[in-house]
C-alpha cells in the first residue's frame, strides 16, 4: 500500500511539503477541513505563522480531530510554526494560541531573532548518516527545553556562550523540526518520516 | 565563510537568497495588513493576518491627501514592532535605498519598495541585492516581475490600484502575468529570446519559467481588495497570498472584515464558507471607478 500524508493547507509553505512528499511517490493531500483527515498515514505542520494557524484550526473544526487523532497515534511532522503548534509549552506566543501538546517541548517563538537573523547552516544528524543535513532557519523557534520523554537528532551549536539548542526532536509519533527541511533538496528528514508512518501501520 | 561551511553550525549565513525568498513563502496562504499603529496592528493579528505593513497612511488616504508620500516615521515602525509578534514590513520609495537602509537598520523583516509612496528616482529601482532583509515590489506585467526579481525582490505583488477598492486593476496584472508564464511554457527555445525580448527581461529568467511554470519567486496579489470575495478571486486566478490596504480600516467594522479575509483567503475555493464569511460584515470601503482617478500609482516603478 502507497501510503497517504496530509498536509495542513490552511496557511503556509504547503506546496514544498506536498513537492517533497510527491518526489518520495507517496500520495498526499491537502488538509482543510475535519474530512481532509479520513484515512490518512501521517499528517505534516508545515511553517508559516503559528497564530494565524491556530486561529484557522479552530473556525475550520480541525483543532479537536486533529488531537484525537494525534492522541490515537496518527504520526505528525512540525516544522518551525508546526513545531510550535505541537510542543507542550509555548512562549513569546499568544495568551490564546491553541497547542496540541504532542511533544513535551518548551518553545520560545521567533527566540533566534526576527528576518535578518535568520540564516542557513548545515547540521550533524548522526541518526540520518554522516552527511551534513542543510538546514535554512527563519525566524525561527527556540527549544529551551526537552522533556525526558523526547529524543534529540540533531543539535545546534550554540555561538557567543548561547547554549547548544535540540532542533530536530522525536517522541512518540511525533517528530520536529525547528528549520524548515522543505526547503532545500535533501529529503532525509521526509524519508524518516515516512518510516515513522510504516512503524504505526505495520 | 569556506573552512567553516563544513563544521556542523558553523557557518551561518544570513541574508541568502533563500533565506529572504523563505520567510515570502511562510506568508503564503495568508492576509498582509497594512496598519497606521500599534492599536490597528493588534486587531490585525486578533484577525489572524500572517504579517503587517506599518505605514503612516493607508494608500487611500495618501490619494486623498496628495503631496509627497515617504517612509514612515521610525517611532511608528517601533511602536508596531513591539506591539505585535507577526512580520512587520515597511515601505520604501521607488529607488530611495536611504530610506531602505533606515527601515533595514530598524530591524523591520520585509521592505516594500512601493509604487504608493512618491517614486525617488526615475529611472533605478533600489539594488535589492545590496541588503540582507527581502524585498517585496509591485509589478503589472511579468516583465516588470522579472526586471524587480533580476533586481533581487524576494517576493512579486500585483501593483492593482491602491487606495480604490476597485479589484480590477489587481485582476488584469495577475492575468497579464500568469497569462504570459502560461505562454512562455509552451514557448520552443528559439521563441525564448523573442520573449526575453519583448518582457525586456533576462533570458535566464525567462528560460527558468519555461522550465518551471511559475515565478522564482511567490506572487502575492496587492492593490483593491476591499471584500473577502475579492480576495477568493485573486486566490482563485493564482495569487498566492493577499495584502489588504485600505480594505480593512476603511470599512465600517474592521475586526470583522480582516477576519473575514483571512477565512476567505485561506477556504478561498470554499463558495459557501465565503458565503458565511462575507455576511453582516457592514460596509466595505468606499470604492473609486479607475477612470475618474487623477494619479494612477500603478504607473510608477519602470
Given amino acids: 500500500m502507497i501510503p497517504t500524508i496530509g498536509v495542513l493547507a490552511l496557511q503556509g509553505d504547503v506546496r514544498e511539503h506536498v513537492l517533497a512528499f510527491e518526489g518520495l511517490g507517496v500520495g498526499v493531500r491537502d488538509v482543510r477541513r475535519p474530512d481532509d483527515l479520513e484515512g490518512l498515514d501521517g499528517l505534516v505542520l508545515p511553517g508559516g505563522e503559528s497564530t494565524t494557524l491556530s486561529l484557522l484550526l479552530g473556525s475550520s473544526g480541525l483543532f479537536d480531530p486533529l488531537a484525537t487523532a494525534l492522541r490515537g497515534g496518527l504520526p505528525v511532522f512540525g516544522t518551525c510554526a508546526g513545531m510550535i503548534l505541537l510542543a507542550t509549552d509555548v512562549r513569546d506566543g499568544r495568551e490564546d494560541q491553541r497547542r496540541f501538546d504532542a511533544i513535551d517541548l518548551t518553545i520560545r517563538r521567533n527566540g533566534y531573532g526576527r528576518q535578518v537573523a535568520s540564516f542557513e547552516t548545515q547540521l550533524a544528524v548522526p541518526s540520518l548518516g554522516e552527511a551534513l543535513l542543510p538546514a535554512v532557519f527563519i525566524r525561527a523557534p527556540v527549544v529551551e527545553a526537552a522533556g525526558p520523554g523526547v529524543e534529540v537528532l540533531a543539535t545546534l551549536p550554540g555561538t557567543d556562550g548561547a547554549p547548544d539548542r535540540p532542533v530536530v526532536c522525536r517522541q512518540g509519533n511525533v517528530l520536529v523540526a525547528s528549520f524548515h527541511p522543505e526547503l532545500t533538496p535533501d529529503r532525509r528528514l521526509h524519508r524518516l518520516f515516512l518510516d515513522m508512518t510504516d512503524e504505526e501501520s505495520g | 565563510m569556506s573552512d567553516t561551511s563544513s563544521t556542523p553550525g558553523g557557518g551561518r549565513p544570513t541574508g541568502t537568497f533563500t533565506v529572504k525568498r523563505g520567510l515570502a513563502e511562510m506568508l503564503r496562504g495568508g492576509v498582509i495588513m497594512d496598519v497606521v499603529d500599534a492599536e490597528q496592528a493588534k486587531i490585525a493579528e486578533d484577525a489572524g493576518a500572517v504579517a503587517v505593513m506599518a505605514l503612516e497612511r493607508v494608500p487611500a488616504d495618501i490619494r486623498r491627501d496628495g503631496g509627497v508620500a515617504r517612509m514612515s516615521d521610525p517611532a511608528m515602525i517601533e511602536g508596531i514592532k513591539a506591539a505585535v509578534t507577526l512580520p512587520v514590513m515597511a515601505k520604501a520609495r521607488i529607488g530611495h535605498f536611504a530610506e531602505a537602509q533606515v527601515l533595514a537598520a530598524l530591524g523591520v523583516d520585509f521592505i516594500d519598495e512601493s509604487e504608493v509612496l512618491t517614486p525617488a528616482d526615475e529611472a533605478h ?103 473577502p470575495a475579492d480576495a477568493s478571486l485573486v486566490m482563485q486566478l493564482g495569487a498566492e497570498a493577499v495584502f489588504v490596504g485600505s480594505g480593512i480600516f476603511k470599512s465600517s467594522n474592521p475586526s470583522l472584515m480582516a477576519r473575514a479575509v483571512v477565512e476567505a483567503t485561506a477556504h478561498f475555493t470554499d463558495a459557501s464558507l465565503v458565503a458565511k464569511v462575507s455576511t453582516g460584515l457592514g460596509d466595505a470601503m468606499a470604492g473609486q471607478e479607475i477612470s475618474t482617478l487623477g494619479v494612477h500609482l500603478a504607473e510608477r516603478g519602470w
Fill in chain 2, 125 to 227: 529601482h533600489i539594488d535589492k541585492w545590496a541588503f540582507e532583509v527581502p524585498f517585496v515590489c509591485g509589478a503589472t506585467n511579468l516583465g516588470e516581475a522579472l526586471r524587480r526579481i533580476s533586481e533581487g525582490a524576494a517576493m512579486i505583488r500585483s501593483k492593482g490600484e491602491a487606495g480604490t477598492g476597485n479589484i480590477v486593476e489587481a485582476v488584469r496584472h495577475l492575468r497579464s502575468i500568469l497569462g504570459d508564464i502560461k505562454k512562455i511554457t509552451q514557448a520552443d527555445q528559439a521563441e525564448m529570446f523573442a520573449w526575453a525580448k519583448e518582457l525586456q527581461a533576462p533570458l535566464g529568467l525567462v528560460q527558468e519559467i519555461a522550465e518551471t511554470g511559475q515565478l522564482p519567486v511567490p506572487l502575492f496579489c496587492a492593490g483593491g481588495i476591499a471584500t
